[in-house]
């Protein structure tokens, strides 16, 4: 049972264009939405994360919006790099899940120039 | 402050063999998390060490297994391996158990085991 979907599963941006991810998930007891992106040969690192008392949150380029009633969330990544050229997931976690992260499928993000 | 540490980061066994992977969490972290990473699943969580103690399993057969040192160490181990298991197994670490604290879990590159 896939839990969080995410899609699209590849993007294509041109440098300086908007990226844009979404994900949708079924279990409401979840309570906190991290992004992780991954390079080659990397572990997945913390990007940004969310509660769902939160609308929106701003991290530098990175931003995620969040929509409660609807399960779903999406990260906006303005004025691309090709820096930016890995892979994101989004995931969820629930309190009392302990440190269970259910994660969606993946985006591969390229940027080109 | 050095990161999560995985060895070996490179494995290739063959069916019906064991494995063990070992992760070194990132100093004071005391949560050990190991997931399973293939490009038809995705990332799915295997298990959660906390001071010596499972916390959290997930569905995963029981030839999947793991433990947790005093020093906050943590070994998965494979055993009866299946081409099925190819994959890249990672480890997080996080200074608490629960995922209500929000602790950032810091992820290990991962050991790739391939399965022949």
């Known amino acids: 049972q896939q839990q969080v979907k995410q899609s699209p599963q590849s993007l294509i941006v041109q440098k300086g264009g908007i990226s844009i991810i979404n994900c949708a998930y079924e279990?409401?007891?979840?309570?906190?939405f991290p992004w992780y992106q991954q390079f080659p040969g990397k572990g997945p690192a913390l990007l940004i994360a969310?509660?769902?008392?939160?609308s929106e949150k701003k991290e530098g380029r990175f931003t995620i919006s969040f929509n409660k009633s609807a399960k779903q969330f999406s990260l906006h990544i303005m004025d691309s790099q090709p820096g930016d050229s890995a892979t994101y997931f989004c995931?969820?976690?629930?309190?009392?899940?302990?440190?269970?992260?259910?994660f969606g499928t993946g985006t591969q993000l390229k940027v080109e120039l | 402050k050095a990161g999560v540490t995985q060895t070996p980061r490179y494995l290739i066994k063959t069916r019906g063999q064991q494995v063990t992977l070992s992760c070194s969490p990132i100093?004071?972290?005391?949560?050990v998390s190991w997931y399973q990473q293939t490009p038809g699943q995705g990332l799915q969580f295997l298990f959660e060490?906390?001071?010596?103690?499972?916390?959290n399993k997930g569905n995963f057969p029981g030839r999947f297994s793991g433990r947790q040192f005093s020093n906050s160490r943590s070994e998965m181990n494979v055993s009866t391996l299946e081409l099925g298991d190819s994959a890249l197994y990672l480890c997080?670490?996080?200074?608490?158990?629960?995922?209500?604290?929000?602790?950032?879990?810091?992820f290990g590159p991962g050991t790739r085991l391939l399965v022949l």
């Open positions: 997080a670490s996080s200074r608490s158990a629960s995922g209500a604290s929000r602790e950032t879990q810091y």
């Open positions: 279990n409401t007891a979840f309570d906190y």
């Open positions: 969310i509660r769902p008392d939160v």
């Open positions: 995931a969820a976690i629930f309190t009392g899940g302990g440190n269970k992260l259910t």
């Open positions: 100093s004071g972290h005391r949560s």
């Open positions: 060490y906390f001071s010596e103690t499972q916390r």
